[in-house]
């Protein structure tokens, strides 16, 4: 059984952070690529970030560039999104998500395989 648990979610003041985890079991996900997506409610589905097993490259969206950090810590069989300089239009349902190992991750979903079941991120004061 292959699952991916997202956690960390929660309410912040806009220009806080929070670090989202996504706790992979049944597989190493070390050997797969990890991305991260986004959907609000009466939006489309966004890619975020993802992060390649084979050489820990990654991509951002525009959106989050210079806010947003994709990290991995194999031991703990574990991704991270670390989210600084939150935004209220960061208010989302954020998901994570495991696609085939390949030297080069990508945030199009249908990519992915494995999918958490979210985490709700509220930016507001």
């Known amino acids: 059984q292959l699952q991916l648990v997202e956690s960390g979610g929660g309410l912040v003041q806009p220009g806080g952070s929070l670090r989202l985890s996504c706790a992979a079991s049944?597989?190493?996900?070390?050997?797969?690529?990890i991305g991260w997506f986004r959907q609000a409610p009466g939006k489309e589905r966004e890619g975020v970030s993802c992060?390649?097993?084979?050489?820990?490259?990654?991509y951002y969206a525009d959106f989050v560039q210079g806010r947003f950090t994709i990290s991995r810590d194999n031991a703990k069989n574990t991704v991270y999104l670390q989210m600084n300089s939150l935004k209220p239009e960061d208010t989302s349902v954020y998901y994570c998500?495991?696609?085939?190992?390949?030297?080069?991750?990508?945030?199009?979903?249908?990519?992915?395989?494995?999918w958490g079941q979210g985490t709700l991120v509220t930016v507001s004061s």
């Open positions: 049944g597989f190493t996900l070390d050997y797969y690529n």
């Open positions: 992060i390649s097993s084979s050489d820990g490259s990654a």
């Open positions: 998500a495991a696609a085939a190992f390949h030297r080069r991750c990508t945030v199009i979903a249908e990519y992915h395989k494995v």
